[in-house]
């Protein structure tokens, strides 16, 4: 079974999330990633979703499009409002927040509104939604995106979701002073951040690739940690997991 | 946001009447409430719970200059630009789904200076109708801190006067009617929902007036029966229109599914055509009929059983 990009990023994510901890997710790829846990190494993870939903255990080959719909729903223990979701987010019950990004930058801000000016854009991103929220009031938050030079700016156009902003101590003194962005997952690699400068930096690779290929990846100068490892190749039984909970069958 | 619409609010809802009286109503009648130039808040999220009964009725109507409010916005709002009816959507999110790709008609309307996209995170708008149903000018939150987003909503931060902590100060959104579906109420207007209650108990309670459409009308003994799943009592809805599949297309949670069929249509005539692709749409599926129940009657039973069915089985035994 050979992975697709989208599988190798999923497991690598997946792989970050530890047993008895309530992951706050998306849809897609966060979604998948948290079910995915919930079946191998953290059986009572809790998937929360924006849509109101405690508890998500979606139906494989049903899983949902939107986190305000039926099938986002299934099996929860407990459905409530959005801004109650949210409130649960900023009173700190939320271990780890999950989330995607059109743009982000090296220190870790993520852009979902528009490339161009925000009056008048070039091109109008969907918005927000619940991810400015996630990453300010979540504990943990991991960032997975595919990794390409469009993707990884040197500054974002628009700051929709502040990651560590210009760096140093100022994500705290914008009076975010919960939470911290602490890994980024792509197919090309895992990256984190500088203790002290918030900097984006090269943690990881995802088997076979080259520090290199991630450089050339990355839309600016990319720091590289002192020990570099291999990422585990995605294993058969994730592999199995995944694609049944994808609905794909052969 | 000025003291003067914050007074002016609580001023307005005192001089309401708030009589234990029928008010069912034809959504004809009902969407009279709106004028131009309001803005209308729309119940439910994305797909789920949409009211649309009373949005294509309100479109079938016709008005001008709209704001339109949504916590995450579907291809309604998009309806909404290209009739013409509103040039400005307040919301944190508009689309249908990642495999629809992005707003065409939105992107057309927003990237070409015709429509305006105030975009607040989905927290902050949620707390925005929260600080208007609670009666309150402003609520502070640690959300939207430090972002673009607080900036180019021109929003201020606030102290706080006990622990000196800085948190952003998010301004009451008093929308001028919202309008909502849920799953039953009764003449009165006692209105219950299944399942997850998106923003909508705030957005009504945050309105000047509320439109209550329902899939069905009960007895007034069948609310007392379950009151814990009233969301909203009488005196804070102002009418009341029966209008079975009123969310249709989009989803009411445990009735039936979302029809993603009828957005892969909508979103191939606005692929083939932009802005004049929705407003083909709108000949079709809202000007094609005289009222909703007759576009309903068009889907057909056939498929309305088969989102029955998938509903079904969506529902955990």
Not at chain 2, 69 to 96: D, K, M, N, Q
């Given at each position: 079974?050979?992975?697709?990009?989208?599988?190798?990023?999923?497991?690598t994510a997946s792989r970050l999330l530890a047993d008895?901890?309530?992951?706050?997710?998306?849809?897609?790829?966060?979604?998948?990633?948290?079910?995915?846990?919930?079946?191998?190494?953290?059986?009572?993870?809790?998937?929360?979703?924006?849509?109101?939903?405690?508890?998500?255990?979606?139906?494989?080959?049903?899983?949902?499009?939107?986190?305000?719909?039926?099938?986002?729903?299934?099996?929860?223990?407990?459905?409530?409002?959005?801004?109650?979701?949210?409130?649960?987010?900023?009173?700190?019950?939320?271990?780890?927040?999950?989330?995607?990004?059109?743009?982000?930058?090296?220190?870790?801000?993520?852009?979902?509104?528009?490339?161009?000016?925000?009056?008048?854009?070039?091109?109008?991103?969907?918005?927000?939604?619940?991810?400015?929220?996630?990453?300010?009031?979540?504990?943990?938050?991991?960032?997975?995106?595919?990794?390409?030079?469009?993707?990884?700016?040197?500054r974002v156009d628009f700051v929709t979701s502040p990651g560590y902003l210009h760096g140093w101590g100022s994500r705290?003194?914008?009076?975010?002073?919960?939470?911290?962005?602490?890994?980024?997952?792509?197919?090309?690699?895992?990256?984190?951040?500088?203790?002290?400068?918030?900097?984006?930096?090269?943690?990881?690779?995802?088997?076979g690739v080259t520090v290199d290929q991630v450089r050339a990846a990355t839309g600016f100068e990319l720091p590289v940690a002192d020990s570099i490892e291999e990422l585990p190749a995605p294993r058969p039984d994730e592999l199995a997991i995944l694609r049944d909970l994808n609905g794909v069958t052969d | 946001m000025t003291t003067a619409d914050f007074r002016q609010a609580r001023a307005e809802l005192e001089g309401h009447e708030r009589p234990v009286r029928e008010k069912l109503v034809t959504a004809e009648e009902a969407l009279r409430v709106v004028e131009d130039d309001q803005h209308v808040a729309i119940g439910g999220t994305l797909y789920s719970r949409t009211p649309m009964a009373l949005l294509f009725e309100l479109l079938r109507q016709?008005?001008?200059?709209?704001?339109?409010?949504?916590?995450?916005?579907?291809?309604?709002?998009?309806?909404?630009?290209?009739?013409?009816?509103?040039?400005?959507?307040?919301?944190?999110?508009?689309?249908?789904?990642?495999?629809?790709?992005?707003?065409?008609?939105?992107?057309?309307?927003?990237?070409?200076?015709?429509?305006?996209?105030?975009?607040?995170s989905h927290l902050a708008l949620g707390l925005r109708y929260k600080a208007a149903a609670m009666g309150v000018p402003f609520l502070p939150t640690l959300t939207m801190l430090g972002s673009d987003l607080a900036t180019v909503a021109g929003t201020s931060t606030v102290t706080c006067p006990y622990t000196n902590e800085n948190l952003l100060a998010v301004p009451a959104l008093h929308p001028d009617v919202a309008l909502l579906h849920v799953h039953r109420a009764d003449m009165y207007g006692n209105a219950q929902v299944d399942g997850y209650r998106h923003m909508d108990v705030d957005m009504a309670r945050a309105a000047r007036r509320v439109v209550v459409s329902a899939e069905e009308i009960v007895s007034p003994e069948r609310i007392r029966a379950a009151p814990a799943d009233t969301m909203l009592p009488h005196f804070a809805v102002d009418?009341?229109?029966?209008?079975?599949?009123?969310?249709?297309?989009?989803?009411?949670?445990?009735?039936?599914?979302?029809?993603?069929?009828?957005?892969?249509?909508?979103?191939?005539a606005v692929r083939a055509g932009g802005a004049d692709g929705a407003r083909r749409y709108l000949d079709e599926h809202v000007h094609g009929y005289p009222d909703f129940a007759a576009f309903i009657a068009g889907v057909g039973p056939e498929r309305l059983a088969r989102q029955r069915k998938q509903a079904e089985e969506l529902m955990y035994r």
């Open positions: 079974m050979t992975a697709t990009q989208d599988e190798i990023m999923t497991i008895d901890k309530v992951v706050f997710a998306g849809v897609g790829m966060p979604l998948l990633a948290s079910a995915l846990a919930g079946r191998r190494q953290a059986p009572n993870l809790t998937v929360v979703l924006e849509g109101g939903i405690i508890g998500a255990q979606p139906l494989p080959g049903r899983l949902p499009i939107s986190t305000n719909e039926m099938r986002a729903a299934y099996g929860a223990p407990m459905l409530t409002d959005i801004t109650d979701i949210f409130l649960f987010a900023q009173r700190g019950f939320f271990d780890y927040g999950f989330l995607g990004a059109a743009q982000v930058d090296r220190y870790g801000n993520i852009n979902t509104s528009c490339i161009g000016r925000h009056e008048l854009p070039k091109v109008r991103l969907p918005g927000s939604g619940g991810a400015n929220d996630i990453i300010s009031l979540c504990t943990e938050i991991f960032i997975v995106t595919t990794h390409e030079p469009r993707r990884f700016v040197e705290a003194e914008s009076g975010l002073v919960f939470g911290q962005v602490s890994k980024v997952v792509t197919d090309l690699a895992l990256l984190d951040f500088e203790p002290e400068s918030k900097h984006m930096r090269l943690r990881a690779l995802q088997p | 016709g008005r001008s200059g709209l704001t339109v409010s949504r916590p995450l916005s579907c291809y309604e709002v998009e309806l909404f630009l290209a009739s013409g009816a509103a040039r400005r959507v307040v919301t944190s999110w508009v689309g249908i789904g990642l495999q629809w790709g992005l707003a065409g008609v939105l992107r057309e309307y927003v990237e070409g200076g015709l429509a305006t996209f105030e975009e607040w009418v009341v229109v029966e209008a079975p599949y009123g969310a249709y297309p989009h989803e009411c949670y445990g009735r039936y599914e979302a029809d993603t069929e009828h957005f892969d249509d909508y979103v191939s």
